[in-house]
């Protein structure tokens, strides 16, 4: 069997099976424009805080799209025990899990474009650095799921994934620096906020929009590149010992 035919057939089901679905596509768009829709209202700055805003809507939107969507798939498979059928395919587990997380990377990336077209319609992104956003929306998206994918290894029912995603994801919210710097944090919560992949992924989102970046563009990217490459390993020696040992 050819590998890519493998991997394309497994992300075409998937995203059939349950990205594709016209429920799961309304909450992609509709959990962005109502993100973005809140903090522009709770602002109050016109139409110039959006470009401020807008690094903040875009993580947030990958992070709970990513967590929530493979929260659901790989732990529905799980149960329903037709992921043990696709470990008897023959190709390599590794790529078997990058085919089973990539439909969650694509919707992770396809939530972040909502407030980026919205955000365009209504003010000048003339100054963004695109080449370095997509990059950063792509590894936000990589790691968010490989986050996620380490959770609902950990549970059996997909409501347990979904609160423990909450445990991770709320904190991360609000201690990465995406709606207020590092900087105002207490010292000890500073010292966590370098520990999550999303502190790096904001400073890279902040620095191609308005140029408040704290670190150089190159080492958040390495730095995340890393996270994604930590967590799906970790993932997988996850999956190895609970799920087939």
Known sequence: MKLWIAFWNILGKDL?????????????????????????????????????????????????????????TVTFEKKNRSF???L????????????????AICFGMLNALVPVLMAALLTDLAGVNWSVFTAAIFLIAVSSTFLGLLIAVAVSEIFEAQTLSNFFRFPMMFLCGLFFPIALLPVPLQAISWLLPLTYGAD?????????HRLPLALNLTILALFCLALFTLSLHQIRRRWIA
């Open 204 to 212: 890279l989102l902040h620095g191609t929009v308005h140029g408040s």
């Open 84 to 86: 043990e059928r696709l």
């Open 16 to 72: 059939r099976t349950y990205y594709l679905k016209p429920p799961n596509l309304s909450w992609g768009l509709i959990f962005p424009l109502a993100w973005g829709g809140m903090f522009f209202i709770k602002s109050g700055s016109g139409l110039g805080s959006i470009a401020e805003l807008l690094p903040g809507v875009v993580a947030v939107s990958i992070l709970f799209g990513t967590t929530s969507m493979l929260a659901v």
């Open 88 to 103: 008897l395919a023959p190709i390599p587990f590794e790529l078997l899990m990058l085919a089973k997380t990539s439909g």
